[in-house]
């Protein structure tokens, strides 16, 4: 009975050294994985940072960075076009992606060509005038004449910029969004010809003035703060027009079927949004920025 029980503790101890032993081998693979996926990570990341660097525009002038007053002004045949103003930014930058990049590389594959993601389809000039003195510019993005077999694809813009005090934007068949924006607006998705789509605009820190915003299919909507003013018309013939505030006060409302005008806290600049086929919406908010449907 001593020899059996001396045994078992012999092969107790034994199995407890192997458990020991394969829980530290585990915890050392652990750790080698651990290093490695910290170093895969990092080369994540900086394939990452390739890639954006690969699908941005050059900004041909000065660099635009915080502090200065600029505009933009953005003409994209297809696809979604979006300013993001914020002063996080330390300076502009201008990224895009084609939307149909696998269709095209399939398609391209099978005759043949070799299909390249990253080709000049803009230019970005940042203007200046005279008598601004280098502090007020435009960043003035337009599409070249690059296309695929006469076929130019939807392409996708993002705008990222310290500071914008104004913007154009005309597109189709995608989603403009502009956030952070003061000063006069102007965007229009489509026509009617081409299709548009949606509009979001977010108010920013400092107050909107003129807005025109139009879309031939889609919701056009307008996300302000208290701080805000203006006369209203917004028009929807195929769809509703509102206007939802629980802060300042209106004069002169007069809501109709598809369309809404009224003047707010006394503002004199105007503000028209059309949908040809969508609603026509405006929302206030302390934060605008943050706002989501």
């Known amino acids: 009975m001593h020899s059996n029980r001396h045994f078992s503790q012999i092969?107790?101890?034994?199995?407890?050294?192997?458990v020991l032993g394969a829980g530290l081998s585990a915890c050392m693979v652990s750790g080698i994985s651990g290093c490695?996926?910290?170093?895969?990570?990092?080369?994540?990341?900086?394939?990452?940072q390739a890639k954006k660097?690969?699908?941005?525009?050059?900004?041909?002038?000065?660099?635009?960075?915080?502090?200065?007053f600029t505009?933009?002004?953005?003409?994209?045949?297809?696809?979604?076009?979006?300013?993001?103003?914020?002063?996080?930014?330390?300076?502009?930058?201008?990224?895009?992606?084609?939307?149909?990049?696998?269709?095209l590389r399939f398609r391209m594959a099978k005759q043949g060509i070799e299909f390249d993601a990253t080709g000049d389809y803009f230019t970005a000039d940042y203007v200046v005038t005279d008598e601004s003195m280098n502090q007020y510019g435009t960043?003035?993005?337009?599409?070249?004449?690059?296309?695929?077999e006469g076929f130019r694809p939807p392409i996708d813009v993002v705008i990222s910029i310290p500071r914008c005090d104004g913007a154009r934007v005309s597109t189709s068949n995608g989603t403009i969004k502009v956030t952070g924006v003061s000063g006069s607006i102007e965007l229009r998705n489509g026509d009617e010809f081409t299709e548009g789509?949606?509009?979001?605009?977010?108010?920013?820190?400092?107050p909107i003035e003129e807005v025109m915003a139009y879309t031939s299919k889609?919701?056009?909507?307008?996300?302000?703060?208290?701080?805000?003013?203006?006369?209203?018309?917004?028009?929807?013939p195929r769809g509703s027009a509102?206007?939802?505030?629980?802060?300042?006060?209106?004069?002169?409302?007069?809501?109709?079927?598809?369309?809404?005008?009224?003047?707010?806290?006394?503002?004199?600049?105007?503000?028209?949004?059309?949908?040809?086929?969508?609603?026509?919406?405006?929302?206030?908010?302390?934060?605008?920025?943050?706002?989501?449907p």
Not at 36 to 48: C, F, L, P, W
Not at 197 to 206: F, K, L, M, P, Q
């Open 218 to 236: 889609g919701d056009v909507h307008l996300v302000a703060s208290p701080d805000n003013s203006g006369v209203f018309d917004l028009t929807a």
């Open 71 to 103: 505009a933009v002004d953005i003409e994209n045949p297809s696809g979604n076009v979006e300013i993001r103003s914020d002063s996080k930014h330390e300076k502009a930058f201008v990224e895009f992606r084609v939307r149909k990049e696998r269709w």
């Open 53 to 68: 660097l690969a699908h941005s525009v050059e900004i041909n002038g000065i660099p635009m960075t915080i502090g200065q």
């Open 242 to 292: 509102s206007f939802q505030s629980r802060y300042g006060y209106v004069d002169h409302s007069m809501p109709d079927r598809g369309k809404w005008t009224g003047i707010w806290n006394d503002g004199t600049n105007e503000i028209s949004l059309h949908s040809e086929n969508g609603d026509a919406t405006v929302f206030v908010t302390e934060k605008p920025r943050f706002h989501r």
């Open 36 to 48: 490695k996926e910290r170093k895969r990570m990092g080369g994540i990341q900086a394939r990452i």
């Open 11 to 18: 092969i107790r101890s034994r199995a407890l050294a192997i």
């Open 197 to 206: 789509g949606d509009i979001w605009i977010r108010s920013g820190e400092n």
């Open 139 to 148: 960043l003035v993005i337009r599409p070249t004449d690059l296309s695929i």
